[in-house]
């Protein structure tokens, strides 16, 4: 559109005739009120850049009245109707003023909030840029964070069976092939995952912590100087299902749930926390009594063995959330390392254990204490304590315990009364302190000491295993012969009712054989065969000792007390293997048994270190009644 040739008539002096008057000054007023409200400099440069200077100053009302609409309605048509322009003119402004005053009203309102709340928000804005420069640290925190430590260097009496604790290898007593055994395994290029079988308190874990050690100070091994040795329990383990904890595996906080820190959970961010396998990445995870892990936990363990990570997820992680923390975001992307040698114990039988977890492990065996390496365990113990004590000392400890933990403990005991009763100068323990110490705690011999020079009728020592302890089955026959009642040939066997049926079926087995073997009829006897302290032995390895038990009875002939006898017999008289030899050749010593008979085949299960005790290896009851009677 050409300036100055608006109006097509141009006469809007005529058309408007007396009003025309009144619009002129309309316009001239809404010049002002525009200039007022935008400020003069900026109209001045609207009308600049829009080439407008012409128009504003014209004379006609029509050019003025299109620079109007210009600026204004920024229309840029034919004016045909200069009141109806006007008017629209005037709607527009006064909605601008409206929105205008709002706004300084909406302005002023928040001013008088800054005003009264001013000192209030400055001190939270202060606070919080205080807080981004210290970190999460108050007086508050330092305090409690001092009291801790003030509590760590207050110890009481564990220190005294740390302080005790083995510190090298040779002062671990009765161990040596479980010791070789795990260095060999431990202290290599390839160290192997190991499981370690054998009672409670023999040294497993001294020994496994030992074992690292000396593997570190190897040039072949791949254990750094700062491998850890992370130590749990299988039976302290706690999990849930929902993996919502799991301090093994490690676990992931949702955001929502508590526990989750602040500041993600604001941000609804959840946190991987890593468990004891990244713990002990690069080093040992030592997990006593393995075997009582839940079934579920196992796998999951057998897994982080497979992958030497552990993987974590959450449906509340958004990897393109740029609040997420670089660390969080590696350990969903890639796991957390957890590359570590496990080493765990238990007292259980191997096939108690896990076949998968056994299969990934290397097996050692740790044997029962004997009463001289229980002595030595002491002996070694004052040694550290630095008393003296009577010569018997040691010997009557070994009478209370076969656990090299329960040994020290006792020794500990002892020397504690013996400084409360008499101080710290010149501490000597005697025989008399120790027998104070067992009455007040109640301790009894472990295993009473049989009488091995004694000869008795129709008693025998036999021998059985619990765990991995093994002990002697008292087992006595008594025999009457049958006169009256019914006479000959109508004899009774009575055996404990409690005893397991394959026991019952050795008695039976045994009156066979002593009828073959011997000749003579056992039916012409009432027999009463009794297992000493509890009838409920089973399996059939008591039968060898049931038949010699019997034979003493019927024959009269009386046994030797300082043999003890294993074996199963058979129906024709021959002995057969049992299991748990290593356990009974223990248990037989502990309670000063000098000979063992046990059946040939078990011959190879017999450790090469036995010196205490004569083990006699035999094929048939025959050979049997040579050595016994
Ligand atoms: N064979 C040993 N030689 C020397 N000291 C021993 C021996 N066995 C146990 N001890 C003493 O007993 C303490 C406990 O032993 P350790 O914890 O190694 O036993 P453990 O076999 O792991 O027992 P548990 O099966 O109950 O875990 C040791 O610190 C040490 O003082
Ligand atoms: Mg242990």
Redesign the pocket.
Known sequence: MVNGAIFAANNVEKALGRGYEGLCSKVTEIFDVMKKMWGPEYIDAVIEKEKLSDMVNSSALENRIYALQRIVLKEDTYVDDPIYVLDKIEKKLANIIAKKQIESKLQKEVEKILDEKQDKLLDELRLSILKKQRGPENSKTFKKLANLQKMDTIKLSKSI?EH???STIE?????KNAIAAILSKLASPYPQHIILY??????????ARLALSLAKSLKASPFNDDAAFIETDGTTLRWDKGDATNPLIGSVHDPIYQGSKKDLAEMGIPEPKTGLVTDAHGGVLFI??IGEIDPILQNKLLKVLEDKRVDFSSSYYDPDDENVPAYIKKLFNEGAPADFILIG?T?RQPKDINPALRSRCAEVF?EP?TKK?VEA?VL??AKKLKITMDALVPKLISEYTI???K??SILADVYGNVIYKKGLKNIHLTTEDVYEVAALSRLVPFNKQINTEDVVVGKVNGLGVSGFLGSILEIEAVAFKREKEGGKGSGTIRFNDTAGSMTKDSVFNAASVIRMVTGIEISDFDVHVNVVGGGNVDGPSAGAAITIAVLSAVTKKPIKQNIAITGEISLLGHIKPVGGIIEKIYGAVQVGITKIIIPYENKKDVPCNISDIEIIAVRNINQILDIVF
Do not use: Y
Request: no cysteine.
């Open positions: 069976m005790l604790r083995p002062e671990i007593i009765g161990q054998g009672p409670p308190g023999v040294g497993k874990t001294t020994t006593d009594e114990a007292t740790f204490l390496d365990i070694n113990a656990e090299g933990r040994a020290v």
